[in-house]
């Protein structure tokens, strides 16, 4: 049983990190999470890596933390953890192939847990998140995932104005040509988090347990046309949900990029089925899905390459247009790298109309994101969007903790939060069923 002395009402049981993201949700303490942190882990490297950025956070010298990790290594990690259960909550970021089945057998035994996505990698999998949540809901605990892009200041600020209808009309219906709403996200698998060269595991450029592109990044891109159309309404994936079309690709990886991204100088026995001519290994980590979302059309696609060039980095393209007005995100060269919103007239208003619209618009907003501003740029209008409202994707998972505590606290979650989380991985699942 969780330690009842403790003074933290929330206690963590952090299972198997294999994933970096395990460990930025303890980048920031909180009050109501207990500094004990119990760590469930098989021996070996993904398990030191994990510990490593928690001692670097512990021993910082601005704001350091206070985290006392006790850690259990051995093959039956998972058995002592549901047997010992020191904590409330499960932590899971990591390895996928099994972690729809610790996701399962922790809300079974009482435990409540936060997931990084993706919870699911294929359809059998749906099937058990979905009895999953119906056990949790038995078992009065919460299950929910990790989705950071809801605090990034450019997709709210997108999400606000798109319902401001004044400024964007309404959003249209749009075609398989011409979606409605598209999401595009770049990732690299060499980059930097936290000043250092991130070591990724072998394991992350095998499908079987990583997942491919459409059912791992891609489960941002669907929860975020969710959130933004169709902000705090239930989404039932069996009436609102049609998977028109889906596709996958390869990006591929000579020997000596998988040992830079890894650190280890040979591919492991399970990596040898992807394989290709001269030792380069073929990982399916790009993906596109065509679908409707409530008679919307909506196009999420995933791209995953190497490297960013010099100056770049993960970048992410995003537009949704409205009757009025069209919000494009995007994230080039010309912004320098970094996420930029701009307002695209599509009325048959004049200039000096639309422009005083963006203004009252942002005006509307200052209470929930204060400094707004905006500037001509070309034909568009660019919203300036203060620092104070981009602390970065790293504290995004210290937002999303406090968002979950907030919930534990009320003992329960929004209405629309569980129906489309299932929807959510309908979709990115059945685009990878359609995709085969």
């Given at each position: 049983m969780?330690?009842?002395?403790t003074?933290?009402?929330?206690?963590?049981?952090t299972?198997d990190?294999?994933h970096?993201h395990?460990?930025?949700l303890?980048?920031?303490?909180?009050d109501?999470?207990?500094?004990?942190v119990?760590v469930?882990?098989?021996?070996g490297?993904?398990v030191?890596n994990?510990?490593?950025?928690i001692?670097?956070?512990?021993?910082r010298?601005?704001d350091?933390?206070?985290?006392?990790?006790?850690?259990?290594?051995?093959?039956?990690?998972?058995e002592?953890?549901?047997?010992?259960?020191?904590?409330?909550?499960?932590?899971v970021?990591?390895?996928n192939?099994?972690k729809?089945?610790y996701?399962n057998?922790a809300v079974k035994?009482?435990?409540?847990?936060l997931a990084?996505?993706p919870?699911?990698i294929?359809?059998?999998?749906f099937?058990l998140?979905?009895e999953?949540f119906?056990?949790?809901?038995?078992?009065d605990?919460l299950?929910?995932?990790?989705?950071?892009?809801r605090?990034e200041?450019?997709?709210?600020?997108?999400?606000?104005?798109?319902?401001?209808?004044?400024?964007?009309?309404?959003?249209?219906t749009?075609?398989v040509?011409n979606?409605?709403?598209?999401?595009e996200?770049?990732?690299?698998?060499?980059?930097y988090?936290?000043?250092?060269?991130?070591?990724?595991?072998?394991?992350?450029?095998?499908?079987?347990?990583q997942?491919?592109?459409l059912?791992d990044?891609?489960?941002?891109?669907?929860d975020?046309i969710q959130?933004?159309?169709?902000?705090?309404?239930?989404?039932d994936?069996?009436?609102?949900?049609?998977v028109?079309?889906?596709r996958?690709?390869?990006?591929?990886?000579?020997?000596?990029?998988?040992?830079r991204?890894?650190k280890?100088?040979?591919?492991?026995?399970?990596?040898?089925?992807?394989?290709i001519?001269d030792?380069?290994?073929?990982?399916h980590s790009n993906?596109?899905?065509n679908?409707?979302?409530?008679g919307?059309?909506a196009?999420?696609?995933?791209?995953?390459?190497?490297?960013a060039?010099?100056?770049a980095?993960?970048?992410?393209?995003?537009?949704?247009?409205g009757?009025?007005?069209?919000?494009i995100?995007?994230?080039?060269?010309?912004e320098?790298?970094?996420?930029?919103?701009y307002?695209?007239?599509?009325?048959?208003?004049?200039?000096?109309?639309?422009?005083?619209?963006v203004?009252?618009?942002?005006?509307?907003?200052?209470?929930?994101?204060?400094?707004?501003a905006?500037?001509k740029?070309g034909?568009?209008?660019?919203?300036?969007?203060?620092?104070?409202?981009?602390?970065?994707?790293?504290?995004?998972?210290v937002?999303?903790?406090?968002?979950?505590?907030?919930?534990?606290?009320?003992?329960k979650?929004?209405?629309?939060?569980?129906p489309?989380?299932?929807?959510k991985?309908?979709?990115?699942?059945k685009?990878?069923?359609?995709?085969?």
């Open positions: 969780a330690d009842q002395s003074k933290a009402p929330y206690q963590l049981m299972v990190p294999g970096f395990a460990g930025l303890q980048k920031t303490a909180l109501e999470i207990d500094p004990t119990h469930f882990a098989p021996e490297p993904d030191k994990y510990l490593g950025m001692e670097g956070f512990n021993t010298e601005e350091p933390t206070n985290w006392n990790q006790v850690v259990y290594t051995g093959p039956d990690f998972f002592k953890m549901i047997k010992d259960k020191p904590g409330n909550i499960m932590v970021a990591g390895n192939e099994k729809t089945e996701i057998r035994a009482g435990i409540n847990v990084d996505k919870m699911v294929n359809s059998d999998d099937e998140l979905k999953t119906e056990l949790a809901e038995q078992n605990v299950l929910y995932d990790i989705m950071t892009e605090h200041a450019t997709i709210m600020t997108q999400r606000a104005l798109s319902q401001i209808p004044e400024l964007f009309g309404v959003l249209e749009g075609s040509e979606p409605a709403i598209t999401k996200s770049v990732h690299h698998f060499f980059k988090v936290s000043g250092s060269p991130l070591v990724r595991p072998a394991w992350f450029f095998d499908v079987t347990q997942g491919e592109g059912v990044i891609m489960t941002h891109l669907v975020m959130w933004e159309c169709y902000p705090e309404q239930i989404i994936y069996k009436k609102d949900v049609n028109l079309n889906a996958s690709w390869a990006t591929e990886l000579t020997p000596s990029m998988f040992k991204i890894t280890l100088d040979e591919y492991p026995d399970y990596l040898h089925k992807d394989i001519s030792s380069v290994l073929s990982v993906g596109e899905i679908y409707t979302l409530k919307t059309h196009k999420t696609s995933v791209i995953w390459n190497y490297e060039p010099e100056g980095k993960d970048t992410h393209y995003s537009i949704m247009r009757t009025k007005a069209n919000l995100i995007q994230q080039g060269k010309k320098d790298y970094q996420a930029t919103l307002v695209e007239n599509t009325s048959e208003e004049s200039d000096a109309l639309f422009m005083a619209n203004k009252q618009a942002l005006a509307d907003l200052q209470g929930d994101l204060p400094g707004l905006m500037e740029d034909d568009m209008v660019k919203i300036i969007i203060p620092d104070e409202l981009k602390v970065g994707h790293e504290a995004h998972f937002q999303v903790a406090k968002k979950y505590i907030n919930y534990l606290n009320q003992g979650m929004p209405d629309w939060e569980i489309n989380m299932i929807s991985y309908y979709t990115t699942t685009g990878y069923e359609m995709s085969r």
